[in-house]
C-alpha cells in the first residue's frame, strides 16, 4: 500500500533534477504529469489492491500522483518546513534500516510544521479524483474580487482545501495573490495597484487540477 514513499519520491525528485538542470523542459515535465493524472477521473494514491502489480506500479497513481501530492506539500508548507519534515523523516532511527509507512511520514511532515494535515492526506492520498476550478473576477480600482468555485472529479471527495495563487498581469507589471480556498463559491478581495490585462490560475503549476475557466465579471 506504501509503494508511494518509493515511486512517488523518486518521480518528485526526479522533477526536482528537471527543475535545476533542465529548466527548459521543467514547464512540460509538470503538465505531462498533471496530464497523467487527470487523464482518469477517480484512483488514489493508497494502493487499494496488492495483489495487482499493475496496480502496485501504476504510473499515473503511484509514480505521478504520488509525485504530485509531494509537489502541493511544498507548496503548502513551504521550501524550507517541506524539506526540514523531509530531513527529519530521513534521519529517523526509529526507521532507519525498517520500513517506513505513511502516517510515519505524516507525522514528521505535522510535527515540523505545526500544521494539520489530515484534511490534506484525506482529500488527496486516501481518496480520489481532483479539483477543476472556475475563477470570476473584478476590478474597481485598486480593489480586486475573486470568486473560487470547485468541482470534483470524483465522488469521494466532497471538496479539496488548498492555497490557491492567482497571477494577475498588467502592461508592464504582474503580481500573484494566494487565497486560502476553504468552500466553493468563496469570495476573496485584494489589492492590485494597476489595470489588469489578464489573470492566470495556477501559473506555476502548483495543484493537480484541470479543465479550470477564469472569467472577468464583465465577461458574463
Known sequence: ???WLNEGFATFFEGLTEQRFFPATWEN?????INSITSQAGGSVLCDDTTSV?????????????????R???????????F??????LNDTTLAYKYAHTPDLIAHLQNT??????SFFNEWYYNQGYPSYQIVWSQHGNDVQIVANQTQS?????????PIPIEFIGDSKDTTLIFNHQYSGQIFNGTVTF???????????????THNSVIALSDL
Open 1 to 3: 500500500q506504501d509503494i
Open 29 to 33: 515535465w509538470k503538465q505531462s504529469k
Open 54 to 70: 499493475s496496480r502496485i506500479f501504476d504510473g499515473r497513481l503511484t509514480y505521478n500522483k504520488g509525485a504530485y501530492l509531494l
Open 84 to 89: 526540514l519534515s523531509l530531513k527529519n523523516y
Open 195 to 209: 489595470p489588469i490585462k489578464e489573470v492566470k490560475f495556477d501559473p506555476k503549476l502548483w495543484l493537480i487540477s
Open 154 to 162: 470524483d465522488a469521494s471527495v466532497s471538496f479539496f482545501e488548498m
Open 72 to 82: 502541493m506539500l511544498e507548496w503548502k508548507l513551504g521550501d524550507s518546513l517541506f
Open 113 to 118: 510544521s505545526g500544521q494539520d494535515l489530515t
